[in-house]
């Protein structure tokens, strides 16, 4: 038995003992005329033609209160601690563990299981199930208790005919078409959170064409089961009695007024207002062009009430950059309703700037996908609404310092990164013809950046690289983001080669065409989906692609070659090829805090014409926290080769044409702010072509058999959305070894991951 093996089994017979001493020392103190509650749970039975009932036994489990106290590896962490600092002399650490972790003690008597029932009755109720049997069991053992509720559902009421009771007037007729929407149907299951729904959808409609005092407590509901001897109901709809007037008739725009440089110190007035292309201006001096604001403006003149445009007006005016808040105010255009078929509001937008410069830096501890960790400073000055048209110039800095952590071939190497970049961020979209934006989630920008990077790789190689981009970013709604680069420059060169890296590329032509000086310049399009971003989603998606065309252009205009047969422009050979991929995250929720997720990555790069591979900088990776986190970072593949056989010219990084991974992790709670996963993890890179320096890197048929496969456990540290993360994973399948001989079960491996986030 090996070291590593006798530590986990170690560790595992501690945790046994720990949990076993916890629950132990937990019930001593629990007074002897009480039971400390250990779990509570509702069972559900029901005929086989009542359907979809998964909501309603959610919906019963939230009613089950108090809650026992939280459990960690069956430990009451917790509860453990509260007990602990009430001794007569608890001591400053059981004091401060009690009042970061304390919980008070839930016993059977602080349950009223009958008040419990009846909740469960009235809920039960509400969603048609009237003759529903409610009862508890409670079972006690060694000083713990266990309450189980059991019902019974029968036969639930279902919808026959729902009708609107309407009456003269255009509110009837716009509630009339809304129900055209309805998703109230004949064979509905009975259900009060479906009126409130359907109350609220039918606001939104109202709200949308122009009603703005519409409330939807104005709307009710009346059910009628006299009609039927089975189990069967009619629903009615109609309008409250003394509905006031104003709620019943649309609203129109009156005026738009706009300051954009609202403050409490600003004596501008209503009586200063200016009016452009329709829009009143209340700004003296001027602080931001007035001609340039409109176009973000969706409102108009005589246009009909509607929230979605105000909300869109509102992003939209926010994604500017140049304001700290966005504030949109509706007052009535006249004070007493007439006999007109419309009423009249004044929109006033208020506008508050941020401050127009500002410095910031940022000292971090920085930990990439590739195992290098160390600190880092960045300072960015900005100037904000710079030519008075929402304009932001950028000008940062940065300096880092990196160490691969961990055992392995790189261990201990460092390197040193220093940067400098310009940016302006213009708020619009410069094109030599005009596109409508104004059906944008957020203002369209256009993004033109300068910058140089210094990267030392110590021991090895220095790179410098120069980069310039010019190109637009836009989203059409708060989950949907495109960037566009028409045009991104980068010239690399590689210098001061060690002797060592020298000899490694002299092994490796793959290798040393990829680190070879390369001017890189293409077309650059980035596609988000992203449905982590709207909370209503119980199965978020995220989707990213990213596709590059470099080399094209210049394969054009350039005339000269180099002795190896390169074209090059202004001496210095370019490089052509096109890279696609695609990061597909899906979040299946089992419940509010368990989630299982699952991620598919593919990626392919093609060079051709000048290049025979892809720069360093465009290759692939595999391995890592962020990747499959049973190998070291960027440690897998191409393919089944073997980095142990000498005179390959291996290199620590191993690259790739293309990169295929998949991964699975269950999440759940543990206690507080302490989270756990489980996962498996898959993947590799491969060559395009066979290269003698790396044998079996090329892609085959047989792909499947070079997969690196890992499986493990992590803790996450949440806190407000800051995630520390640590995995612990073993490798399943190492693809560089011989067939037969690849997979297993290995806990003699045991690779540590430290991430900040999560991984996908």
Not at 94 to 123: A, C, H, Q, W
Request: proline share 4%; glycine share 8%.
């Amino acid at each position: 038995m090996s070291f590593r093996q006798s530590s986990v089994r170690l560790i595992f017979a501690l945790l046994v003992s720990l949990v076993l001493f916890s629950s132990c020392s937990v019930r001593r103190f629990i007074p002897t005329d009480e039971y400390l509650l250990k779990s509570a749970s509702v069972s559900i039975s029901a005929p086989d033609s009542v359907k979809n009932i998964g909501g309603v036994e959610e919906e019963l489990e939230g009613l089950l209160r108090p809650e026992p106290n939280s459990t960690f590896l069956g430990m009451r962490v917790g509860l453990n601690a509260h007990y602990k600092s009430q001794r007569e002399n608890p001591g400053f650490i059981s004091k401060y563990l009690n009042r970061k972790f304390g919980e008070e003690p839930v016993y059977l008597s602080d349950v009223d299981s009958s008040r419990t029932m009846d909740l469960i009755t009235n809920r039960l109720e509400n969603n048609g199930f009237f003759n529903a049997k409610v009862s508890s069991l409670t079972t006690t053992k060694k000083k713990l208790a266990s309450i189980k509720y059991s019902v019974e559902l029968g036969q639930p009421y279902t919808l026959e005919r729902f009708e609107l009771d309407s009456a003269a007037g255009t509110i009837y007729e716009g509630i009339a078409q809304s129900l055209k929407e309805s998703t109230i149907t004949k064979g509905s299951r009975f259900s009060l959170d479906m009126m409130q729904q359907e109350r609220e959808r039918i606001d939104t409609y109202l709200k949308e064409r122009g009603y703005y005092n519409f409330n939807a407590d104005f709307l009710i509901f009346e059910a009628d089961t006299n009609q039927y001897n089975s189990r069967r109901f009619n629903l009615f709809l109609r309008l409250k009695k003394e509905v006031p007037q104003k709620a019943l008739l649309p609203y129109k725009l009156n005026k738009v007024y706009v300051n954009p440089d609202y403050s409490f110190n600003n004596k501008a007035s209503k009586a200063d207002a200016y009016a452009v292309n329709g829009i009143n201006f209340i700004q003296d001096p001027e602080f931001f062009k007035p001609n340039r604001m409109t176009p973000y403006i969706l409102f108009k003149e005589d246009q009909v009430y509607n929230p979605k445009i105000s909300r869109l007006t509102s992003s939209r005016l926010s994604s500017i950059g140049a304001y700290k808040f966005v504030n949109i105010r509706y007052e009535p255009a006249f004070d007493e309703v007439t006999d007109q078929d419309t009423l009249g509001l004044d929109a006033n937008i208020f506008l508050s700037p941020l401050k127009k410069r500002s410095v910031r830096a940022e000292l971090k501890a920085v930990t990439k996908s590739n195992g290098f960790a160390g600190p880092a400073l960045a300072v960015v000055y900005s100037n904000r609404n710079l030519f008075r048209g929402g304009e932001t110039l950028n000008l940062s800095g940065n300096f880092g310092y990196e160490v691969q952590l961990g055992s392995g071939e790189a261990e201990g190497l460092s390197s040193t990164q220093f940067g400098l970049e310009t940016g302006l961020v213009i708020p619009r979209l410069l094109l030599p013809f005009n596109v409508k934006d104004t059906v944008l989630y957020a203002v369209p920008k256009t993004n033109i950046k300068l910058g140089y990077d210094l990267f030392s790789r110590s021991d090895l190689y220095n790179l410098n690289a120069l980069n310039s981009s010019f190109g637009y970013n836009w989203r059409n709604t708060q989950a949907i983001y495109h960037e566009l680069n028409p045009i991104n420059i980068n010239y690399v060169n590689t210098s001061n080669i060690t002797p060592a890296f020298q000899e490694i590329l002299d092994r490796n032509s793959f290798l040393q065409s990829s680190f070879e000086q390369q001017l890189i310049t293409g077309t650059t399009y980035s596609f988000i989906y992203n449905q982590l971003t709207e909370g209503k989603k119980r199965n978020p998606i995220l989707l990213v692609t990213n596709f590059e065309f470099a080399g094209n252009a210049l394969d054009l205009v350039s005339k000269d070659s180099n002795g190896d047969g390169q074209e090059t422009l202004f001496g210095i050979a370019y490089a052509q090829f096109f890279k696609a991929d695609l990061n597909f995250v899906y979040n299946y929720r089992l419940s509010s805090k368990q989630t299982i997720v699952g991620r598919i990555f593919g990626g392919y790069g093609l060079p051709y014409g000048n290049s025979e591979t892809l720069p360093f900088s465009r290759q692939f990776f595999s391995g890592g926290p962020s990747s499959v986190r049973a190998f070291r970072s960027r440690s897998l593949g191409p393919g089944s080769y073997d980095p142990t056989v000498e005179d390959q010219g291996a290199f620590f990084d191993r690259a790739g044409d293309i990169r295929l991974e998949a991964n699975i992790e269950y999440r759940f709670p543990i206690y507080s702010f302490l989270k756990g996963a489980l996962f498996v993890d898959a993947g590799n890179v491969w060559l395009n072509n066979e290269n003698a320096a790396l044998p079996g890197g090329k892609f085959s048929k047989d792909f499947i058999k070079e997969l690196g496969i890992g499986y493990g456990a992590g803790l996450r540290v949440d806190i407000q959305n800051f995630v520390i993360r640590l995995d612990l994973s073993s490798p399943f399948s190492k693809p560089y070894l011989p067939i037969g001989q690849r997979t297993g079960f290995d806990l003699s491996e045991i690779l540590f991951n430290f991430g900040i986030g999560y991984p996908f």
